[in-house]
């Protein structure tokens, strides 16, 4: 099994938003109530987080609806909430329940360093921090033939031709790419390249003149509140 022809668009793209099916193994979730102030759920769901915040929202002994503050994307949901609730365990209000009272921009910082990327991102900011996005799927990959239906003969081991193939394309492509700011993204048989957001802000700032007294646009100021309880 394996992709399609790929439509190579030749325009650098400076937005995009993700495509709202694409989905990792799971998420990670940060959901808040207003009967329930300062205090949010933080947990992991394979499904969707609107489905469970739906979910949870239908409890009887909910007083109100659940509203999603964050999500994430995650490669191992499981393992990644349980870093994460070790990560705020001095903000848990009970050992049984997933529910931490603390500061909301906190909670989210924390979710993102254990997980892929926040899932309202879009595909420039993105590209802040991948080289590669791809939003297609491919459950499993026959790389002979692959070669076929391209019209590639190798004589020798196919699979080391395969990443040797991947290593002279990272080596050349992706790598040329990163230095100029720019990802490769796939989706729904096309390539695109992305300028990534960082870059464009900078260049903002350049043209703008405000350089001079500004932060460095990738600045991120880490900070821990206090224990609220």
């Known amino acids: 099994m394996h992709l399609g022809d790929m439509d190579v668009q030749s325009k650098i793209v400076e937005h995009m938003a993700m495509p709202e099916t694409f989905r990792t193994e799971g998420w990670i979730y940060v959901l808040s109530n207003e009967y329930m102030p300062n205090i949010y759920k933080v ?7 609107e489905n469970r915040a739906k979910e949870l929202s239908s409890a009887t002994g909910v007083p109100d609806k659940f509203k999603i503050e964050a999500a994430f994307y995650s490669e191992n ?15 848990r209000i009970n050992e049984s329940r997933e529910f931490f009272k603390g500061d ?6 924390v979710c993102s360093e254990f997980t892929l990327a926040n899932a309202k991102l879009s ?32 004589l020798g081991c196919k699979l080391s031709a395969a990443e040797r193939l991947i290593r002279f394309a990272i080596n050349n492509l992706v790598k040329n790419n990163r230095n100029k700011s720019h990802s490769l993204y796939f989706h729904d048989g096309k390539a695109f390249l992305i300028r990534s957001y960082l870059d464009q802000l900078h260049e903002e700032h350049m043209k703008n003149g405000d350089w ?18």
């Open 123 to 154: 595909v420039e900011e993105m590209a802040d921090k991948f080289d590669i996005i791809c939003t297609e799927k491919l459950n499993e990959l026959n790389i002979e033939k692959l070669f076929y239906s391209l019209g590639i003969s190798i």
């Open 212 to 229: 001079k007294n500004s932060e460095p646009v990738n600045q991120v100021c880490l900070y821990k509140p206090e224990v609220p309880f």
């Open 104 to 109: 909301l921009k906190y909670i989210t910082h």
């Open 77 to 91: 949901p499981a393992a990644d909430e349980s870093d994460i609730h070790e990560c705020l365990k001095e903000y």
């Open 43 to 49: 947990g992991m769901t394979t499904v969707s987080p």
